[in-house]
């Protein structure tokens, strides 16, 4: 098994899906978070992560849905790899049709689900999204995906769900921080000036942030950069652009941290999405 990883975008009009379709033997993913789920396939060998303080594997048969914000890293759980098929939807895609008020209320406390009739629906729809023959078939496949999952396998969060940072005070700074950092991802403030800003010693502030997100400041801005860069580079701009846009040192550094995170290159996860986002081309009749 090599190494190969292809991203794709699916767009319903209202939310935007990402996709990545990927077999790995050495590559592993550095501790980070995503903002949307990511639901994956495992089609081929067993992968293993770090999840909530356990390790957590996943092989052939079984589904892994992991919630946004949670770290995690991934790596091969044999010599001979892996290979998966992922989707990303936000909050919003995976539980559109419920109320505000349910979806917040729904989790997965087991992030490994082994359940033949979701494997089958979360692969059949991912297959037919990144084959992009018949959207309406594909979206509806999605759909169907989507309410397997949540309907089998969610399950209503406990009254106080012991979140990171449940004091509404450490929240309130913790949103201040980050409000902080994204103000400009090229320059944001030193360690010292974010403390201040909270009202709190530069050690307290830092136990604070991490125990919300799981990050010191650092880490977490470095994931958030990553994350505006997919975004950019998924919207044309060149690899070269968006170093320079999201605060990364070089384009270098930009693809360091950009493979740790996707599994892929900048160039490669561009060139990936708009391959797929672009329209076939029209053959003229004789």
């Known amino acids: 098994m090599g190494e190969s990883a292809q991203w794709s975008r699916f767009d319903d009009g209202r939310h935007a899906l990402d996709l990545l379709t990927a077999s790995y033997r050495r590559h592993q993913f550095t501790r980070h978070s995503h903002v949307t789920y990511a639901i994956g396939v495992v089609t081929r060998g067993e992968e293993q992560f770090h999840y909530r303080g356990e390790l957590r594997r996943s092989g052939v048969g079984s589904l892994a849905v992991l919630e946004p914000d ?52 979360v692969r059949a729809a991912h297959e037919e999204l990144t084959a992009a023959r018949d959207p309406l078939a594909a979206h509806s496949r999605l759909v169907w995906a989507f309410e397997a999952v949540i309907q089998r396998h969610g399950s209503l969060r ?38 201040a800003g909270v009202e709190l010693s530069p050690f307290h502030m830092l136990r604070v942030f991490r125990a919300a997100t799981g990050f010191p400041p650092h880490a977490w801005l470095v994931l958030e950069r990553v994350c505006h860069a997919r975004a950019l580079l998924a919207a044309g701009r060149t690899p070269a652009e968006v170093s320079a846009a999201t605060g990364f040192a070089d384009q270098a550094h930009l693809t360091r941290w950009f493979k740790r995170v996707t599994g892929v290159t900048p160039a490669a996860f561009r060139n990936s999405v708009q391959d797929a986002t672009r329209p076939p081309a029209v053959e003229s009749g004789a």
């Open 70 to 121: 949670e770290p995690h890293d991934g790596m091969a759980a044999h010599p001979e790899g892996w290979a998966y098929r992922v989707l990303y939807p936000t909050a919003e895609m995976l539980f559109d049709g419920l109320g505000d008020a349910r979806r917040h209320a729904v989790g997965f406390r087991d992030p490994i689900i082994t359940d033949p009739r979701s494997v089958h629906l």
């Open 158 to 195: 406990p009254a106080d769900p012991g979140m990171r940072a449940s004091d509404p005070a450490a929240a309130r700074k913790v949103a201040e921080i980050r409000d902080r950092l994204l103000a400009d991802l090229r320059c944001p403030p030193s360690l010292r000036e974010l403390a």
